[in-house]
C-alpha cells in the first residue's frame, strides 16, 4: 500500500532533532512521497536544500496567510524568479484565514491573488488554506481560468467542496477527521467522490485524537485512513490507491 502525504511542513524546526527517524517511520508505515509546502521566503531555501537531498520529499513554494504581515511586494518577485531554477511541484501554501487576530483581509487578499496569477502563469497546482474564508476562496479563485489544486486540511461545508471540486480542486482531508466532535467534516469526507480527495497530516501541527497535544508526524497518517475506512464504503487499499493516484495526477510526481 502506497500513501501520499499531500501536506507537511518537515522542513520545520520541531524535526530538526530526528528528522531521519521521522522519515524512516513515514517510509514503515507506507508512505511513499511527501508534499512540503514553503511558507515564507525565508524558507524556501530550507525546503529546496532538504528536498534535493530526498527523492520522496516534493518541494511547493508560497507565502502563507498567517505571515502576511512579514510578506513584501518584493516577495512575490522572488518567488515567480524562484521558480525559474528551483523545481517545484505547486505555489503555496497561500490563502486565506478570517480567525480573530490574523492579518487584515485586504492584505491577506493581495498575496493570495498574487500567488494564483503565478500559478497560471507557471501552470502549477495551488496548494490553499482555507479557515473561516472559503467563501472569499471560491469566488477568488473563481476569477483564474483553468487554475487548479488542492485545499489542504479542508474546513468549509460539503456544498462548498462541491463547488471547489467543480473548480479544479481536491479536498485534503487530515487529523481532524478523527475527532468524533468533528461531525461536519466527517460528514463531508464521507461524502465527496474519492477522485477528489488527498490525506495529509498538516505536520508537525493538527494531530489526530490518539496524538493531542503532541507533534504530529507523517506516519501518522495511517490514522486519518483509518477514520476514512470507518466513514465510507471503500476499503483501506481502494482509498490509499485513489488518493495516492489523486496526488500523483495533481503534483505530476
Ligand atoms: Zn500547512
Known sequence: MEIIDA?????????????????????????????????????WPRIHALCSQDSRLHACYGLHPYLTEKH???DIDTLSNW?????????????????KGQPPKQKQLHFFEAQLRIATDCDLPVVIHSVKATEDVIQTVSKFNSIRGMVHSYSGSYEQALQLIDLGFYISIGGQITYDKARKLRATASDIPLQSMLLETDAPDQP?????????????IVN?????????????EEIAEQTTANAKALFKI
Open 7 to 43: 501536506h507537511c511542513h518537515l522542513d520545520f524546526e520541531a524535526f530538526d532533532t530526528d528528522r531521519s527517524a521521522v522519515m524512516s517511520r513515514a517510509s514503515e508505515a507506507g508512505i511513499e512521497k511527501i508534499v512540503v509546502p514553503g511558507v515564507s521566503a525565508e524558507n
Open 72 to 74: 513584501s511586494d518584493q
Open 83 to 99: 521558480l525559474d531554477s528551483h523545481e517545484s511541484v505547486a505555489i503555496g501554501e497561500c490563502g486565506l484565514d478570517y480567525r
Open 208 to 220: 489526530d485524537a490518539e496524538h493531542v497535544n503532541q507533534r504530529n508526524e507523517p506516519a501518522y
Open 224 to 236: 486519518v485512513l483509518d477514520a476514512l475506512v470507518d466513514l465510507r464504503d471503500e476499503t483501506k
